[in-house]
């Protein structure tokens, strides 16, 4: 049979937030690759699929081995959360095409959107996205903070709503204290801040606050933050926490 | 019965890139509400369900439709093509609540987010969202064409990738091409440039490009276009487009 790869987004979390079309391709497959807590949401379909889990910081391996095991002719899933395409697994997928076996580039390559993790935090808090935004992965891994910061204050200086991705991990503990620190120096202390942990799952939770008081030991590796521009706004609700969105009109001199 | 509104996402035109989740409001709801456009990619039910039409245009007239409708009890889905909380109906209804009738903000109001259109054009090109990126509306029915240019000149400074949304209609053809002048200036000629024309759908269409060549004319309101940042890539691949793809360590100094 000849070979083929399609990169797939589970979604955020719960079952019904991943299409038709991913849970087909998942089913077809003959070889699941990603991250052992992205595998371990795939169901069982009672076919015979072989499952090669593996650790979060192997991407390019990840990707090599997806890659090479396509060219051998099998049907491989490489299995992301949320989109495969926002800080996930497909741009590594193509680093390894662009800087691997030539022939790998005749491969049947597909990605497979999904629910990104920003939209569900979105979801649950209302509609903070509504305005123009930015998205930021804050892990320094790949990149330098000096790119980071100065994303951060073009951002700023934009007033785009913010998301960030990746904001804390045990190995980056502070990174998330300095990004808010950097904005605090560029926006209002009362711009609205979001704390998204487990968004779009059973386990999510959701805390609104200011860039003021925003404490950035609330985030953890699953959770995402989204601080608001000039246009995002806070509706309150009798004896429940307040809707937050951000105006289409948002930027305009008011 | 009590009242409850949903407002859901389709995704980008695909039946199978709903997410269940949605498709199941839509069957649960008695009332739906939406641009006749993403109505008729509804499927009918078999229940006795009320279909509230309407031009595109009327956004906020059409969130307190709905809202008036679940205040009276009914169960309505508002239906957005997309992801609801990106440039569609969230925002509306939110702005409606905020600004109409007190006791809406008791209403039990739910956002289902969808695959966006930024994440289906993505994953046709490849993963050209993959590094740090932007999300902006081209339109000036609701902001400023002096807010959108300093935006764009932010996200430029930051050297984000840049989706564009809405970036031209029959009432605003000349702003697709001010945002690429404005951009000649801040980033090189042979930044990629895509169109991806109805991205998630079977009319899908995607065309590769520079920024020194890029047509404006060749977006219309279904297309969504995508500038790179420094470290969006084109791979070669014979007989076929390249593929396109942002690397994860995009910004830093090579």
Known sequence: ???RLTIVGLGPG???LTTPAVTEALRAATDLIGYDTYLARVPDFGTEQHRHGSDN?????RAR?????????????????GDPGVFAMAAAVFEAVETGDPSWR?????????????????????????????VLSLSDNLKSWETIAKRLTAAAAGDFVI????????????QLGEAFDLLRQEKPPETPVLFARAAG?????????????????LADMRTLVIIGSKGTRLIPREGRR????????EGEAR
Chains 1, 2 share one sequence.
């Open 201 to 217: 799952s059973k386990d999510a939770t959701l805390t609104v606050t200011t860039l003021g008081e925003a404490d950035a030991g």
């Open 106 to 134: 005749d491969l049947d390559i597909t990605v497979l959107p999904g629910v990104s993790a920003m939209l569900a935090a979105a979801a649950e808090a209302g509609a903070p996205l509504g305005g123009d935004f930015c």
């Open 57 to 61: 910081r192997y991407e390019l391996d």
């Open 242 to 249: 307040p809707l937050v969105y951000t105006a289409r009109s």
């Open 1 to 3: 049979m000849s070979g």
């Open 163 to 174: 998301a960030l991705y990746n904001p804390a991990s045990k190995a980056r503990p502070h």
């Open 14 to 16: 719960d079952a019904d």
């Open 65 to 81: 081995h997806a890659l090479t095991l396509a060219a051998e002719g099998r049907h491989v899933a490489v299995v992301s959360g």
